[in-house]
């Protein structure tokens, strides 16, 4: 079971609904038992991030989010994946899960629309299990705000004025997504079929 | 680099896919949750379901649509037509939507668009402007499907809307609509040079090429067509490969 962790933060059916779809089994939750029973986890979420983080705080999650991510794999979608890292500095500075190392700020100005909204084509910056027998490589973004991290963190990355991280991961269970994978067609839902080919890998 | 997407439109009417001239001899010609699920095959980036039910009880129907599409449909999809207040923004993005598009109520109530922008963020609020030309270079905005001329400065309108939040314009030329002559590039061109959110080219579209002509004439982000694709003249995926041999990218 893939528990997607329900902390009141944007709209977290597409994701159950993709998982549906492949026929995995998932449960829309936010009971720590669940977290430590579920075989993968899925951190949603849209919106903006100081909101998100007293939200994920208020559920009383953080510390087993953190321990259960070192055990099994473990996904940030969206503002999901952005909580992952140490800090942002969306609104205000604010603490993050620091799962993966870098920061999350504004995407710098260079002339272009913000947000990056749509479908933009993953370059690959490092290999990654979640990339396996992809298609066509263009997945669906809708976003102000991006992560800034080392290059040992990256996986793959877009170009929209600079280099925009799109995949990112600590090397071991945790993979953060900043496009929405339950909304890009049949490349995101190999992607998510990829997340849950992890389970039981060490 | 963002691919220029191609979004199949599908007139809804109490649940039932319709297509009619200027809403005059509709006729029902399908299920719009197996119709989104062909143009999803067919590659669509976006799927746009414009509600032309009548009756106020009659609008439920559009989000059981929304909701059934979302478990089979993995793109994003829109919803126009009767949202009037930040309730329907509510409910159609809960029932699946990942956008709205306001159109006749936001030129009435232009509140709606700060209020969804405020409160759900400017990527899920699309205004849908129809515009027609009043003299060359100048068009005004209508309301009711086309049917009242506001005598609202279309430049201006689009300008405010950018300013009160919206994420993106969707553009109908009620000069080309039904035409099928190509999408009305000097319209498109003004409007894209007036705002630096995305606009969608509508209304016109006719044969293979005007796609490709869109983009490669004007800055435009997306183009959409509803007929054209309903009743299989062509397949988003022809559209797109013929885009992709002009050298424009496409998904």
């Known amino acids: 079971m893939i528990a997607i962790i329900d902390y009141g933060a944007g709209n977290i059916f597409s994701v159950k609904n993709a998982l549906d779809y492949l026929g995995l089994e998932s449960k829309l939750t936010s009971e720590k038992s669940d977290l430590e029973a579920a075989d993968a986890l899925i951190l949603p979420g849209v919106g903006a991030f100081p909101a998100a983080w007293r939200k994920l705080c208020e559920s009383g999650l953080v510390d087993t989010i953190k321990a259960q991510s070192q055990v099994k794999p473990f996904m940030g979608i969206c503002l999901g994946m952005q909580l992952l890292f140490e800090k942002s500095f969306e609104f205000e500075e604010c603490e993050g899960l620091g799962l993966v190392k870098g920061y999350v700020d504004k995407i710098p100005d260079t002339g272009l629309v913000i947000p990056h909204m749509g479908w933009n084509k993953l370059e690959y910056a490092n290999p990654c299990p979640l990339f396996e027998g992809l298609g066509d490589n263009f997945v669906y973004f809708v976003h102000s705000y991006q992560a800034f991290c080392p290059d040992g963190e990256l996986n793959a990355y877009v170009e929209y004025g600079g280099k925009v991280p799109a995949v990112v991961s600590d090397g071991k269970f945790v993979y953060g997504c900043q496009f929405h994978p339950e909304k890009s067609g049949k490349t995101g839902l190999k992607i998510l079929e990829n997340f849950a080919g992890l389970i039981g890998t060490r | ?251």
Not at chain 2, 145 to 167: H, N, T
């Open chain 2, 1 to 251: 680099m963002l691919a220029k997407r191609i979004i199949p439109c599908l007139d809804v009417r109490d649940g039932k896919v319709v297509k009619g001239v200027n809403f005059e001899g509709i006729k029902e010609v399908g299920d719009p949750v197996e119709c989104a699920y062909e143009y999803n095959l067919q590659g669509a980036d976006e799927i746009v379901f414009y509600d032309i039910t009548a009756s106020h009880e009659g609008r439920g129907v559009i989000l059981d649509v929304v909701c059934e599409t979302a478990k089979k449909v993995f793109v994003p999809l829109t919803v126009g037509g009767g949202i009037k207040t930040v309730d329907d923004i509510r409910n159609t993005l809960r029932a699946g939507a990942d956008k709205v598009s306001v159109n006749s109520q936001a030129v009435q109530n232009p509140q709606l668009i700060r209020d969804g922008a405020d409160i759900f963020g400017s990527q899920c609020i699309c205004v849908g402007v129809d515009a027609k030309a009043v003299s060359p270079g100048k068009w005004t905005v209508y309301i009711n499907g086309g049917r009242i001329d506001m005598g609202l400065d279309l430049i201006d309108w689009v300008k405010k809307c950018e300013q009160l939040g919206a994420g993106e314009i969707c553009l109908n030329s009620i000069d080309t609509d039904g035409v099928r002559g190509g999408f009305d590039l000097p319209m498109l061109k003004a409007v894209v040079d007036a705002v630096k959110i995305p606009v969608i080219a509508s209304g016109g579209a006719g044969k293979l090429g005007d796609f490709a002509e869109a983009f490669l004439e004007t800055d435009c982000s997306a183009a959409l067509a509803a007929s054209l694709f309903h009743f299989h003249e062509l397949t988003v995926g022809q559209v797109k490969d013929d885009c992709r041999s002009k050298g424009i990218i496409v998904r």
